[in-house]
């Protein structure tokens, strides 16, 4: 069966510090990974999608960047941290299983200070 | 552009009781996906169903099934015998065949009541 892995789960890291988390899929081969941001009662926002190893697409223009280095791995990262970057952070995935249908990640939280 | 509506912010009722959460949305595509997401308090989007635009026939998962009325644009969520686990925040979501772009509605937060 599918998985999918995330972490850390929860950080607290200062304004302008570097950020990085990672997903992993397992259980598929080249799948669709996304990273979504949930603001505090709120929906969620797709902020970076990839079809493929190298291929990044961004939906929302931001201090954020995206990698994928291996076909079920995927990077969030930053070079330095603003307050507005605090919330929750959904990796997500899709496939040939159920096509077109998105499963998540636990989350991150992340608290910029 | 399309659009997801759920009307309800907030819900409760009591534990065993049958509950229904709406949904509505707008689009001018014909091919499309639905989706109602769980999440708890622990924040994890959990998929709860899905319907295929094209299918006729009502998605049902165990307890949980769907009202979908293609003419009308509505989507909703039936929870047969509630139980206090689902207790949570339930998502609409609408998405076309050729993108990858999920369309988020507001959220309903459902509270079960032993």
């Not at chain 1, 223009?61 to 507005?84: C, E, G, V």
């Amino acid at each position: 069966s599918q998985t999918i892995h995330q972490w850390p789960a929860t950080l607290v890291q200062p304004v302008g510090s570097p950020l990085s988390l990672e997903c992993t899929v397992e259980g598929t081969s080249n799948p669709n990974l996304y990273w979504y941001r949930q603001a505090a009662g709120r929906g969620l926002q797709l902020l970076f999608y990839s079809v493929g190893i190298g291929q990044i697409s961004s939906e929302v223009p931001q201090n954020l960047s995206a990698s994928r280095p291996q076909d079920r791995q995927f990077i969030l990262s930053s070079k330095k941290l603003l307050l507005s970057d605090s919330g929750f952070y959904l990796c997500a995935w899709s496939g040939d299983f159920e096509a077109n249908t998105i499963y998540f990640g636990e989350g991150s939280w992340l608290t910029v200070v | 552009a399309q659009t997801v509506t759920q009307s309800q912010p907030e819900m409760s009722v009591q534990e065993a009781e049958t509950v229904t959460l709406s949904c509505t949305y707008d689009t001018s595509e014909s091919n499309y996906y639905l989706f109602w997401y769980k999440q708890p308090p622990s924040r994890q989007m959990i998929l709860v169903i899905r319907q295929e635009a094209y299918k006729q026939q009502n998605a049902t998962e165990n307890r949980f099934s769907v009202n979908f009325q293609k003419a009308a644009k509505s989507f909703s969520l039936k929870i047969s015998d509630s139980q206090l686990g689902d207790t949570a925040m339930y998502f609409c979501a609408f998405l076309m065949d050729s993108n990858y772009q999920l369309i988020w509605g507001a959220g309903t937060k459902l509270i079960i009541k032993p």
